[in-house]
């Protein structure tokens, strides 16, 4: 068998699909919110200003509706100017939001100060019987990605830059005030936007204690998700230092050959001890780890999957959510109709694991993690799409080949 394994191949996969314009200068000042409570204190206390003001910027940046220090109604006028000369009350320049789902979908597409752009998402759940209705937002992490993973959006812009922790956390505050209009709150955080949070996960663990503090945004721990592509070394820093967190993998396949096709980061970080670090965590806090699984059309969805699947994770605390692929990438793959999904499903129950199936939301709205920005950033040449389509059908079609010679 002629290998397609070879390097020019990966080379030609791993580079960006979609070229996005150059970036434009950034800001210096930083953003508030993404300041520790005592780096705000020394600021004020290096200009002679009395203690209590930190509390009242807080309550200004956790609770209030402003987005300029110019509102800040409650501060001097030099104080006001001060803060203005030195940070950003939003690192957020412009925010376009489309609704879908009858509204309970919102999706905003935000500009940074150097004209990238970012999505964030907002699902409302209404209440349910004895449960209290939920509002989800899932935030972005990175302008692009670096993983690549080719059924996704943000895989084919490539990596632009890291966010910083404010342009993290003002994802958050901007929906916030959104629903505080309503006098509703945010009641969830998912890192399942653009980027891969654990190759930024020093901005992304300080933006998750922003919005886990008390003192700050105040929502509880378990309730912000980080998803992973499966970075390894970050994982063992959540393991440590983080566990209160809720921890979701990206597994998208069991067989190594098939998940270096999907998940290319698998090269680096093989699924084994990926699985492995993710049922430390679980054993460690008592919480299963959920693992997130694309199904996608005669690719990773076979009774062989399934029991590999099933094989990888048995005996942790896990959990399986399967997500019809959403048809946004420029792949030659389909998501996988219900009935395979339903199949799928059922063999991993029968196998002890417990698994659900999410309903796509916003698909017209382009929910998918990246759309609204690749969409943006420009169609991709059009013999360019057809070779990476070619690559991928003969790549993965290997995968399937040498796991299944076994
Ligand atoms: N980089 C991180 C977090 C952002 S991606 C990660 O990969 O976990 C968040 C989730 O969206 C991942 O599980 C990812 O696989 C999924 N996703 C990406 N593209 C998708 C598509 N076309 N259809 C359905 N889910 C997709
Ligand atoms: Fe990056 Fe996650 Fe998209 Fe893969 S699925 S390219 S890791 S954002």
């Known amino acids: 068998m002629t290998t397609m394994d070879s390097q020019p191949v990966r080379e030609a996969l791993?580079?960006?699909l979609i070229q996005s314009a150059p970036a434009g200068v950034r800001d210096p000042r930083p953003g508030l919110a993404g300041l520790a409570l005592n780096e705000v204190a020394a600021w004020l206390s290096s200009r002679n200003q009395?203690?209590?003001?930190?509390?009242?910027?807080a309550d200004h940046l956790w609770r209030g509706s402003a987005r300029t220090t110019g509102e800040l109604r409650t501060l001097p006028q030099d104080l006001r100017e001060a803060l203005a000369t030195d940070f950003r009350l939003d690192t957020l320049v412009d925010t376009e939001v489309r609704a879908a789902d009858q509204g309970t979908t919102e999706k905003a597409l935000h500009r940074l100060d150097d004209g990238r752009l970012v999505e964030s998402v907002l699902m409302r759940y209404p209440p349910r019987g004895w449960r209290r209705g939920r509002a989800t937002v899932c935030i972005s992490s990175q302008a692009g990605c670096a993983v690549g993973c080719p059924f996704c959006a943000t895989g084919e812009l490539g990596f632009m830059r890291d966010l910083d922790t404010a342009e993290i956390v003002d994802q958050v505050r901007f929906w916030q005030r959104r629903l505080g209009e309503d006098e509703q709150h945010v009641t969830n955080v998912v890192f399942m936007g653009m980027g891969e949070p654990l190759l930024n996960a020093d901005a992304v663990f300080a933006a998750a204690d922003a919005l886990s503090d008390p003192a700050r945004f105040g929502l509880g721990a378990r309730h912000i998700v980080i998803s992973t592509s499966g970075v390894l070394p970050g994982m063992e820093r959540l393991i440590e230092l983080r566990p209160h967190y809720t921890l979701a993998v990206s597994l998208h396949a069991a067989r190594p050959e098939l998940r270096d096709v999907l998940v290319p980061l698998n090269r680096r970080y093989p699924v084994g001890d990926v699985v492995a670090a993710a049922g430390r965590f679980a054993a460690q806090t008592g919480r299963r780890v959920t693992y997130e699984y694309v199904m996608i059309d005669g690719i990773n969805d076979t009774a062989?999957?399934?029991?590999?699947?099933?094989?990888?994770?048995?005996?942790?605390?896990?959990?399986?959510?399967?997500?019809?692929?959403?048809?946004v990438a420029h792949t030659p793959w389909q998501a996988s109709s219900r009935e395979r999904i339903d199949t799928f499903a059922g063999l991993l129950r029968g196998a002890g694991i417990g698994t659900t199936i999410r309903r796509n939301r916003g698909i017209e709205i382009g929910a998918a993690c990246g759309q609204l920005a690749a969409d943006r950033a420009g169609e991709p040449a059009p013999d360019a799409v057809a070779r990476r389509r070619q690559l991928l059908v003969i790549r993965s079609t290997e995968a399937l080949v040498a796991s299944a010679s076994r």
């Open 14 to 16: 791993a580079r960006p």
């Open 50 to 57: 009395p203690a209590y003001r930190a509390r009242q910027i």
């Open 304 to 327: 062989a999957d399934a029991m590999a699947l099933a094989r990888l994770v048995r005996g942790q605390l896990a959990h399986v959510n399967l997500i019809p692929m959403n048809p």
